[in-house]
């Protein structure tokens, strides 16, 4: 199912990101291609699984590959992986 998430957090050094979903969950993904994603996009793929997906930004169109690394995570959870 698509979903929408915000791209809450994002370490760029360990490639790894956060985005805020619907329900206040997290979900914790890797980023798979070099275009860099920024804090406060807005994106809308798979979020509800884990494996490879690909997000697209809800303004550009651009598309985004990315591995779901977990979902349904609390925010301090998503923190102390983002370190």
Request: glycine share 10%; hydrophobic share 40%.
């Amino acid at each position: 199912m698509q979903e929408h998430g915000i791209v809450a957090q994002v370490n760029a050094s360990i490639g790894r990101l956060a985005l805020r979903v619907a329900d206040g969950s997290y979900v914790l993904a890797e980023q798979l291609d070099t275009q860099p994603l920024r804090t406060g996009q807005e994106l809308s793929g798979e979020m509800a699984v884990v494996g490879m997906e690909t997000f697209t930004d809800r303004q550009s169109a651009a598309r985004y590959g990315v591995f779901v690394v977990a979902y349904g995570l609390s925010r301090e959870a998503v923190e102390q992986e983002l370190r």
